[in-house]
């Protein structure tokens, strides 16, 4: 049965969809409009705080001056305390900003906040390229941290979203690096992991890789020579070095590299007691005959994962090499504790590997993250 529809009645739908039409188009107008207003706004707002922290980044009574202005500012004045209650901070946790390994250690976190605002910014490929050669150029400083520096790098295990001159500047707000982007500015296997490797692989630049994984095996190694422990320079070669060894001849491999086949082969040759030299013969034979063997990262951190993994324990109570905690970094506040900041949370345990996995790297016990600082009040009374 037909039915019958008049031409007023069809006209006038069409001019209710033309006009919904319109005025859609209008308010997509307005919202990419106000899509550039915040733009300008969050870019301008990350500019005008670079320049100082920059200066900042270069001169370690610089760095801690504007750590302690910006305490004051966020810690004490934005919650209306007291200027006494700012004056018994900075003559109790805050007097530890004093030590060369503690300031060092902001220095080392601002410069990392510099490159994480430029993240937020670099959309083409030769922005990212110029990016990775500065963090690579960072990492460089971070391995060469002495041991003061270790002593004191809470810093370098928190966020560098999570301070108070994130906070002072905003930055907290606008800065918003890529999916993927470590925050935490001590953390050199996560940086390599989540941002460094995964770029290159994904070029399948055989001759970038190769640089890349030349400067992280040079930065691991002087991180052992600074700890100077037998227990771990046997462990890093025993046990850690070979699986990086592996995991950088399978990223050339898969990039095309003439020769890594041969490489990954020599590894199990040369570590044939290593306890992944199993799982790698699977591996390497996987490769050769074109038979899938996932897309995991080749050298994520697990440490725990395996029996076989797990770093070294951390210092005793009461060992002079244990980090002590720095003022102004804490984990979350209990009821009563002193004004302070929440460290970046720890990265999610990588799942341990399924047959045909990628293999895993044992973590780099000098850049996993250290045991959490007493309470900031038991700080103030040593």
Known sequence: MGVLVSGGLVSG????????????????????????????????????????IREAAGAEAKAVALWIESVRETEFRDKDKKESDFRAWREGPGRRLSDPGAARALCLHLQYLLLSIRATTAKTDEARAELLSSLLSYLDDLSRADKDVLKNRQALDTSVLATPI?????????????????LNPGNLETIYETTILPYLREKKDAARLQLAWTRRLQQEATIIQTQDSEFLTKNYQDIVLPTLEWAQARDLHLAGAS????????????????????????????????????????????????????????????????????????????????????????????????????????????????????????????
Not at 28 to 52: H, P, W, Y
Not at 266 to 295: C, D, F, M, Y
């Open 13 to 52: 739908l069409l001019r209710a969809q033309n006009g919904a039409g319109a005025e859609a188009g209008k308010l997509l107008e307005q919202l990419k409009s106000l899509e550039e207003t915040v733009t300008k706004a969050r870019t301008g707002n990350n500019l005008a705080a670079v320049d100082e």
């Open 166 to 182: 994130a906070r002072r500047f905003k930055l907290d707000i606008t800065v918003r690096p890529p999916e993927g982007w470590s």
């Open 259 to 382: 020769g890594s086949a041969a490489k990954m082969l020599q590894i199990i040759q040369e570590n044939q007691g290593h306890k992944n030299a199993p799982q790698w013969i699977s591996e390497l034979r996987a490769l050769l005959t074109g038979v899938a063997i996932g897309n995991g990262s080749p050298a994520a951190g697990a440490a725990g994962s395996d029996g076989g993994t797990t770093p070294p324990e951390a210092p005793e109570e009461g060992d002079s090499t244990k980090p002590a905690p720095a003022p102004g970094l804490k984990p979350a506040p209990k009821p009563g504790a002193a004004p302070g900041l929440k460290p970046v949370p720890e990265p999610a345990p990588v799942a341990k590997p399924t047959q045909g996995g990628r293999p895993i790297v044992p973590a780099n016990p000098l850049v996993k993250k250290p045991a959490g600082p007493s309470n900031p009040t038991t700080n103030q009374s040593r």
